[in-house]
T-cell receptor, first 113, second 113 residues
Framework: GESVGLHLPTLSVQEGDNSIINCAYS??????FIWYKQESGKGPQFIID?????DKRQGQRVTVLLNKTVKHLSLQIAATQPGDSAVYFC????????????FGKGTMLLVSP | ETGVTQSPTHLIKTRGQQVTLRCSSQ?????VSWYQQALGQGPQFIFQ???????GRGNFPPRFSGLQFPNYSSELNVNALELDDSALYLC????????????FGPGTRLLVL
């Protein structure tokens, strides 16, 4: 079946570096994408979203890029901090009439001081 | 804080038992979704309720059922518990139910022995 997947299960960076987390999606009908951050013992926390009519969106220290041609999504975190250490999920909404999200397995981001 | 709360935080049950998990959504959010998150995996969509009726369902058997109440609270009921039901159960609330950001609660950790 179609699913959302991540290229890198674990990403280790130094504090202050820029981090890039990638996600491949296979459902061409998906038109809304969200990045979530999940810390240990907590629920997913919304970071940033993007609709399919856009290819880039920026937030505070984060940027999401969407490449519909190759069905690729990325999350860029600028000046990564130890507090950014968490599991990051991309999720897609296929616009089926109700807002169900399909999640990938997640990428663990480890930030060293 | 997302304004979404869940109870209990942790629960231990034995195989064959029944369990009820509770969620309180953000005020005004008329849509609630439930997800199951196994260890090391992304959340999997169970079902969604909109205005107190089931509005969509993932690949889960009928022993997973739910209720949504007018006060924006909801329940997830699981009958005949199996060992594989051990997971983090998350609820997420949405304002409109379509392509709107889903805000997650902290989850209920269920262990089935």
């Amino acid at each position: 079946g179609e699913s959302v997947g991540l290229h890198l299960p674990t990403l280790s960076v130094q504090e202050g570096d820029n981090s890039i987390i990638n996600c491949a999606y296979s459902n061409s009908a998906s038109d809304y994408f969200i990045w979530y951050k999940q810390e240990s013992g907590k629920g997913p926390q919304f970071i940033i979203d993007i609709r399919s009519n856009m290819d880039k969106r920026q937030g505070q220290r984060v940027t999401v890029l969407l490449n519909k041609t190759v069905k690729h999504l990325s999350l860029q975190i600028a000046a990564t901090q130890p507090g950014d250490s968490a599991v990051y999920f991309c999720a897609e909404n296929m616009g089926s009439g109700y807002s169900t999200l399909t999640f990938g397995k997640g990428t663990m981001l480890l930030v060293s001081p | 804080e997302t304004g979404v709360t869940q109870s209990p935080t942790h629960l231990i049950k034995t195989r064959g038992q029944q369990v009820t998990l509770r969620c309180s959504s953000q005020s005004g959010h008329n849509t609630v979704s439930w997800y199951q998150q196994a260890l090391g995996q992304g959340p999997q969509f169970i079902f969604q309720y909109y205005r107190e009726e089931e509005n969509g369902r993932g690949n889960f058997p009928p022993r997973f059922s739910g209720l949504q109440f007018p006060n924006y609270s909801s329940e997830l009921n699981v009958n005949a518990l199996e060992l594989d039901d051990s997971a983090l159960y998350l609820c997420a609330s949405t304002l409109q139910g379509f392509q709107e950001t889903q805000y997650f609660g902290p989850g209920t950790r269920l262990l089935v022995l």
